[in-house]
């Protein structure tokens, strides 16, 4: 029969649980171990998406996304209302008027310097040098429209997604030697200072503007003039992780502003980030105290009350802010992550749907309003991140119709947000919808062309279609912008570099399960180029060395790196890609290094090192199938299937032993024994792909319609743990054939011929599919490839070295080749009489 071999192969190093004797490439199942050892593509679910927890004050979870708009230094109210009390027009437009304004400013902004310093140096663009600009050349100055502020150098004040305000676009800097922000910087706060002042200096008597007045009729106090100089010092100085300055410069601030709710608030931040947790809750009640509906108090105190495990005292804060500021998105994220984690999803929908309608009429109002604008951005970017919570919950709880749903709300939402299409393309991923996925993929790759995580996915939908050529090209690109992060580029930060590096070695894992190990060497000699002698790059690269058909060399590569770890025993790997640890690696690396040896003629010494590390760890999967490869290729097989027998018998609740005696049984042509045995390793572990596949494969071979629609079933289940997988594909695809389905077999099948290029077995299949399909031509075409694969080297016509160049050589012939060889040829004879 046609692929009897198939029921189990010796576990590759990456196929795990591939079936029979033929091609193996090692033995280590990278699947069944720790996590460097499993392809990173096999496990890809809800894997590079974790949510952020919500017990824990670290700095993104007390920032927020974003907080209150501040509008710039305005007097309280009861200026304001002095001053429409007066007399007349008001000063503004007049001369005496101007000049009387300048007198009532505070003392710091009519100079050019603050107190204590020294004015500027001529023609440093200083107050009274010969660079000072007039009012009237820096657009909104001291002519501005009464009503408006004068706005600030795009350059010089932005929003941050806290809600507060921070001088210069190029990010945080430290902190001069004396805890103050340098000379450069303060220059540009005064001078954003006096454009602020001036845009306020001419009020209008007979009006306010309807922004600065509130319900009550009382002006906008969050930061008085006053104060504001020391409130950017303070933000610089939060900026650049300098709190204690921080917390001086806001304590400045609220002699000025002692009745701001909003400096209270911010002290209360960096409080926190100081860890003192008391003080930043006396300072929120006191902004409470001070506005109970201030939205952004109530947020930061819900905050504090999840990391103490006080559910509905956040539940509380987190419903108070929703009701006072009704246009902060923070509190309703917040509110529904607190809902979901006490499984309350109605009510987290809730809170989904009210933050959607709050944006809908932001969006009605955002047509004419730079401000109003702002706001729907901001609702519309945390309405996207409510629904992939909501999502990403439903996902977890296995309830599909309803994550579809709620990934369709945020696409909706905001149809370009980054996380949504992550979130929903990784779902879709995981539920084998890979056009679907691939397309979300390519929409966030429009965004973020040099993205190596976006890239890495990209491959690996393109691996589990069986679309080699397009990983390769995806790795040259990533290759590319390793190329542009040498380790000597100082502009280049080690996030970039860790980023580009484990996208490389993600390619490269299922390029080697491919049997495409030229081109996974090449992605890892990329990422080394970034992290020269790393040892899980370095592993990595001696099973590319091996599977190209140079074992000594590749045991030469795994003894360097055993060599290394020893000398860094006290120093784990960093950084750790698959979460490696030390110990595991070390394993893995002496279990290759003795394979190589076997590989490279050393047959004694290969078993001499295996049964060593057999008599250490007799109950791991890859060591027990190690030894049966050592002894295999000595043709000790049934020798070795009396060891791992006894090795049962002392633990007998190790799947990966039974798995390993079950390949040892198959070898020995104990066929019914190995296939109970194989049945014993689901009971223990149902999840257990080779199993499934093998399993699946023999009931697929006997043909009976119940043992079709169970070995339908379990080839499903094992497709799913493995798609990548080329003989679990074949299995498949062969199953579904027997089943009639010979459309789908043969869509499965050409995958499987994608992903495991060069097997005689798969080609046998996959030439029966084009027959039953109408596809004679095309059928003897994939059966005369099959043949030419299986004539012996001495007698074969000149080969197709440029198809062959990228493909791994066998590791030597497989025991099935002749019967195999005398199946094909019949039905070549059939087809082609």
């Not at 009390?85 to 003392?107: I, L, Q, V, W």
């Amino acid at each position: 029969m046609v692929g009897e071999d198939r029921r189990v192969r010796s576990q590759g190093v990456l196929q795990g649980g591939e079936r029979g004797a033929r091609g193996s490439q090692g033995v280590v199942p990278v699947e069944d171990r720790n996590a460097h050892q499993r392809n990173p593509h096999h496990r890809r679910c809800l894997r590079r998406h974790p949510r952020r927890g919500i017990l824990g004050i670290d700095a993104e979870s007390v920032r927020g996304r974003q907080g209150p708009r501040i509008r710039g230094p305005v007097g309280i109210g009861r200026r304001r209302r002095r001053r429409r009390d007066r007399a007349g027009a008001g000063c503004g437009g007049t001369e005496e008027g101007a000049r009387r304004a300048r007198d009532r400013r505070p003392p710091f902004l009519r100079g050019g310097a603050r107190a204590g310093e020294k004015e500027q140096r001529p023609g440093a663009g200083g107050p009274g040098s010969e660079g000072q600009r007039s009012l009237a050349r820096r657009g909104d100055g001291a002519d501005a429209p009464a009503h408006r502020p004068g706005p600030l150098r795009s350059r010089l004040r932005r929003q941050r997604p806290d809600g507060l305000e921070i001088v210069s676009r190029r990010g945080a800097r430290a902190a001069r030697g004396d805890r103050r922000p340098g000379r450069m910087i303060r220059r540009s706060a005064a001078i954003a200072l006096v454009a602020l002042a001036c845009a306020h200096a001419h009020p209008r008597s007979d009006e306010a503007h309807p922004d600065e007045v509130d319900a009550d009729g009382v002006g906008d106090q969050r930061v008085s003039a006053r104060a504001y100089h020391h409130y950017l010092d303070a933000l610089l100085a939060k900026n650049a992780d300098d709190f204690a300055t921080a917390a001086d410069e806001l304590r400045e601030a609220l002699l000025y502003d002692a009745e701001s709710p909003h400096l209270h608030t911010v002290l209360a931040e960096v409080l926190v980030k100081q860890g003192r947790i008391a003080d930043a809750e006396d300072e929120l009640k006191t902004a409470l105290a001070l506005d109970s509906k201030y939205g952004p108090a109530h947020v930061l105190s819900g905050r504090i009350a999840v990391s103490r495990g006080q559910t509905m005292q956040a539940r509380d804060h987190f419903q108070a802010a929703v009701e006072g500021q009704p246009d902060d998105p923070d509190a309703y994220r917040e509110l529904a992550r607190l809902l979901l984690s006490i499984g309350d999803v109605p009510a987290a929908q809730r809170v989904a749907e009210r933050l959607g309608d709050r944006l809908q009429a932001a969006q009605k109002l955002s047509s004419d309003d730079a401000d109003e604008l702002v706001a729907a951005d901001r609702l519309r970017d945390q309405a996207a991140a409510v629904w992939v919570e909501l999502g990403r919950f439903q996902v977890q709880h296995g309830d599909d119709s309803a994550a579809e749903s709620a990934f369709a709300h945020a696409r909706s939402a905001s149809p370009s947000d980054p996380d949504a299409l992550m979130a929903e393309a990784a779902y879709l991923e995981a539920k084998r919808k890979y056009a679907d996925a691939r397309d979300r993929y390519l929409r966030l790759l429009a965004q973020r062309p040099e993205s190596p995580e976006v890239i890495a996915a990209l491959a690996r939908v393109a691996l589990v279609e069986g679309d080699v050529e397009a990983v390769i090209a995806h790795a040259r690109k990533l290759l590319a912008l390793a190329a542009s992060l040498e380790p000597s580029d100082t502009s280049a930060s080690d996030d970039d570099r860790r980023d580009v590096a484990a996208a490389l070695l993600r390619v490269a894992v299922p390029l080697l399960g491919a049997h495409r190990s030229a081109d996974a060497q090449l992605a890892l000699d990329g990422a080394l180029r970034l992290y020269p002698s790393h040892p899980e790059l370095s592993f990595y690269r001696a099973l590319a060395l091996v599977q190209r058909g140079r074992p000594r060399e590749g045991a030469l590569a795994f003894e360097a790196v055993e060599r290394w770890l020893k000398a860094h025993e006290d120093e784990p790997p960093s950084p750790a890609f698959l979460g490696v640890e030390a110990a595991a690696l070390s394993l893995d690396v002496r279990l290759q290094a003795a394979l190589a040896r076997g590989k490279a003629g050393e047959i004694q010494e290969s078993i001499r090192r295996v049964r060593a590390l057999f008599s250490e760890r007799p109950a791991d999967e890859g060591v027990s199938l190690a030894l049966l490869e050592s002894f295999d290729r000595a043709g000790k097989a049934a020798e070795a299937e009396h060891i791992l027998a006894a090795a049962v018998r002392a633990h007998p609740g190790s799947d990966g032993l039974l798995y390993a005696l079950a390949n040892a049984q198959d070898r020995s042509a104990a066929r019914g024994k190995a296939l109970s045995t194989m049945r014993k390793v689901l009971a223990i572990q149902p999840q257990h792909a080779g199993a499934l596949n093998y399993i699946g494969y023999s009931l697929t071979e006997r043909g009976g319609a119940a043992d079709l629609r169970e070995a339908e079933g379990l080839l499903a289940r094992a497709i799913e743990l493995r798609p990548d997988d080329g003989a679990i594909a074949d299995s498949y695809g062969f199953c579904l054939l027997k089943l009639g389905r010979a459309v789908e077999a043969l869509a499965e099948l050409r995958r499987a011929d994608r992903l495991s290029p060069s097997d005689p077995v798969i080609l046998s299949h996959l030439g029966d599919a084009l027959v039953a399909t109408g596809g004679k031509t095309a059928a003897l075409a994939a059966f005369r490839r099959a043949l030419g694969l299986l004539i012996p080297a001495s007698t074969r016509r000149t080969p197709n070295r440029a198809a062959q160049a990228r493909v791994d050589p066998p590791d030597r012939p497989d025991r099935n080749d002749a019967k195999v060889r005398v199946e094909i040829e019949r039905k070549l004879r059939a087809l082609a009489p």
